[in-house]
């Protein structure tokens, strides 16, 4: 009961006048069938003619739903008028319309309709519940049962009120109800006149209808995603196509029927005046079909009409923005409509999104929505065998009957049914007082129960022994956590549903005081311990992140970036509690099958969530904190086993693509939630901050306000878990081909292609049969050609005939599909418009375009929207991709075609002439090719492409077929990038994004660092202003260089840290070295030049050796030295082994021990590798203190600083070329296509 009483109808009334309707006391307006009787004439031959009619009969009524005609059933109707007196009689009295939406030559039959879809939900459980019994004499319905059963479901859960899909389900129902008669066959195995059995002849028949309910569902759910204007524009295309269940549904009743006569025996005649009704009735459904449009829609259409016309509408962006502005002017209406509101990506706005439903058939945008709504069917019927798994009803519960005296009479708990009785509360309390009330009503009932034990008490305690120690929970202190449990949207009101809804959720082995206890404290505790493994999860992660093949680092990288810090920002943000041990084991059976329930859900969908409804599905009911962090731990505890396979195997790029956008829908959730509670604490006129310091013990209080923790002040000192990856005590039984959803990426380079045409393709429509097969081809941009690699695809029909598809991989690895559908213009030239989707990171795009005379070009214009479709694109079918590069670009055949002609033969036969015979020159230049363009993608990668390499791309993917261009992107994937962009990083002085060095200052910054690129003008400017400025940042300040991209806000802090200390040894050792130096000057001046020193080490310890500790001793014993340590070290720069001189910078990242230091001339080359010391390490720069010193060194330094300004300048000179390729890179970008990925 409670889920059907989600269904609320939120359309204004319509028929105030009957509220009986409403009670389901009326009869459903159906056709009654008279109940079979077994009697009946068994006059053989008779019968035997009459079969023939009745046969001939069902034949003409089943007419395909493609080709459905009105006229057929009005024929029927004609016939008999009797049928229309016979629904007549069900005519209640709904007399009085006050909606817009009611016309005047509305028949009472239709009112009979119109009643079926009003009462429609309420009718269905019965129904199911009916069928189920059915189903369990003859299980061969079960199939078409169970499938019905769940798109009830689903159709309750989308909580949509459109009249129309109420008349599809309406039908269904009544299709369904035909099943009942069943119920007078006791045995399936009884053999009919004919030798059949009844199963034998309804067994296909059910499955049939099975698919069909299935197909309705499906067209249901999509119809209801469209926007409500597209809904008014294309109205009679959908029209067009929902009408054809209708029609399917009737047919199949008929087919139902007529069988089930056979056996029931209810004569021959009788099976045709019942057959005839059905028709009669048929005709009335349609025609309310037609008119079942909500008020909104009918205002819309209005205006619509008065703009023109739908056509001249769907031309013109200025009136369809005008137009979704609009805003119905009967108001009121709180819409819960799903299709308004568009998830995550995709981004468009408004009218893209509107564009792009109109341009879509109804049959097409039916297909589309086939993947989703399977996955949904699915994970509907999985919850609803757990349902039944988990029987909601409790011992003790109460019946609930009719409400006579007071709402308390609906609440099913009894023990919640006496307190809202005794407090005499209305249909809601507030939540506190709810909370107070509980906790004083057990109270009592352990008072009662102690005095009964003392034998002073007659009356029952309702307090069992097992559940006394849930009452110290049941208390004050835990007033907010339990509220918040029975109080689901947080109005601050307990009403009766949400205490219903509360109660029967819990375990079938759990008592309410239990099930109170587990809100008050179990989900917090367990909440911690799912925080935990996630922390270490990540923790391991992070420790992982050397070990990845290079191959996969760039997704690893992307990937945490893009999950990490929001994930952290909510697990950092939850409370900290300490509770005692033994109360895990009250909650853990729960806790395990919730697990278990999230688990088999994310494996229904093989851990990609690509809607919001199917998170919903696997989430469950009500708020998001109850199931967030088991639903993350189980998400990153696959991403990781993915990370653990990263470590030796190149995976798919959109695999953890896929996986960090499944957490971004969960995200989404947080953040729907978050909204709403904003809302209604602003509502309730209490401080949201304050709020969300108590909310969910305080798991929203970071997201609400994340500055501070994030700020860098903060992450100077804050420590985040730091777990050794040790894959020993990681599983090792991980069976990776359930785990990738992706082939491996060096799996599918060569997939061998499927290009047979299927017996579907065979029946396809002649314009589709057209251009089914292998095509390859190239797309022009505005002002090159071509745009990206050559596409290469083959296309099939579609199952419904009229539209095609094609499934392929782009070269670039990333799979895409093709949709399309055709229509036959005025002068019967078929134009083919479809769209190309990819499976991650690229935009979506479409093309129009029409086959040319020879069949062998499909040619048109193409765009990434609707709107803009206007450059060329052209495929060719039967022609070798090694043909196709031969040809020369569309320019040079406009310029003189016979010409271009020419030059295309030319080049294609030297081309084939130097293959054939290996030539070594056709070789080289495949070579040369490859080399180059490897290069080109590498500065793409970087965003560093000049024009003249976007030129150059276009040659080569023009010059490249399909094969060639996916080996070269396989190559690239595998190359470790050699420089890092710093995401999100740029220079403080220039502003520049940040690219290879990030030098950063260790002195400044509480908000954020203040990072520098690393050309010298900006290393030693001088910042004073930005936000969190204290004082002005220096170029003196202590400075380090970072030249691996680290995930700012995790690892900057430890960093920072692990700068400081190194700073502190590195200066130490420098003083001592220097205060060695002046030593030897003073007692052997002269002899020991830095000539020396070098040799003397040299001698004493090869340089030769890298990764040995660049500390040398010297090899002679100071008589002079008074230090209590006998050597002084003698610093060298591990690149060129000169001694140190500041500034130089020291290595934080090799051991302490090995005390790395490189010489500034050394490092400006862009980071030395030596031994175990790698360019990318991590350096904090040594300057020397300020001088005091006499004017001697002054000089000397002076000197010294000459030399470093030359070599100063001479870098500048490097540098101010590469800027200016920046700048050009800046100017044009050929990704047009490779936008979009985890960053925004
Ligand atoms: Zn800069
Ligand atoms: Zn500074
Ligand atoms: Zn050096
Ligand atoms: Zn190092």
Redesign the pocket.
Known sequence: MPLFGKHKDTSPPEEPSSPAACEGQTAPPTIAFPQPTLSGDNDDLTTAKKLDDAFRSVGDAKQGFHKYEDSKSRKFLNKSGDAVNLLQTNVTTAQSYSSPMKTVYESDAMKVVREGVNTLIDNLPGLIKALDEVAKLHPFIGIAVGAFRVVVELDIKRRDNDKKIGVLFAEMKDMMEALLQLRSIKDEEAIGPDGLTIKARMQELVKQAADEIKSCANACDTYSKKKLIVKVIKGSVWDGTLKGFIDAFANRRKAFTFALSIHIGVGVDDANRKLKLIDAKIDIVLEFFAKAVTPEQQELAALVQKKGGPTAVMGDNDTLKELLKFKPASTTITKRDGAEHKAHEGGGDDLSIVKEELFDSPELAIRKNLDIFERKFKMQQRELTEEVKRVIHHEGDRVIEAVTSGPHERIIDPDIHAIWKEMRWPGHVKARHFVLALRDFYREQLEIKKRKIHGVEEAASRLNDQDEWALEYISLARLQAISEAVDDDASGFVTIAEVNQFTTSRPKDFSLPQWIAYWAVGWHMTSQDYRAKIVDIFAKMFSMRPLIHPANRNAVDQYLRAVWRKICTLTSSLVTTTYPDSLRDRFSTYVESEEQRLREGLETVKYDIDAMDTLSLIMGPGRVEKTLFPLLYLLLRRDFEIFRVCRTRMIHKDELWDASDTILYVLDAVINRYNDLLVTFKQQKVDPANQFKVHASELFDYWHDDEDFWSLKNLRTYEFKELDYNDEEEDQNVDVGKLLNYPAADDDLYVVPNDVLTEGDAQADEAVRLILGRWHGFQAASTRFPMGTMITFCLHASADHGSYEAGAVGAHGTAFTVLGGYRTKEDGTIEYSFTRTYAARIKKSYFVGTLDEDGVTLSGKWGYSLEKMDTAFWFKRGVAPEILVARPPPAEFEENKIRALWNYALTYSLDEARRRLYSWSYFKERRDMRTEYLELLEREVDDLSTEEDIARFAYLDRKSTYDDVRCYYILQNYRQRPKPAHFDIYCDNCGDHIYGTRVVCMECGTRFTFDFCEKPACVSSEIKSRDDVEAPHLPTHDLLKIRTNILHHREIGTVLRNATEGLKRAKTLLERAAKGAEEDEASESGSGSDEEHKDGEASGQSPTTPSSPKLAHRDFSDPSDSDSEAEVPVL???????T?AQPCWYCIDCPEDANIF??????EKGG?TVGDHLGTHTLVRCLEPPAEEDSDEEQDSTDDRVAALETQISALTSQMSRIEKLLQSLVGGRTAELVVDGEA
Do not use: H, K
């Open positions: 060298t720069c591990v690149s060129c082994s000169e140190i490189v010489c500034q001339s050394c490092d030395v």
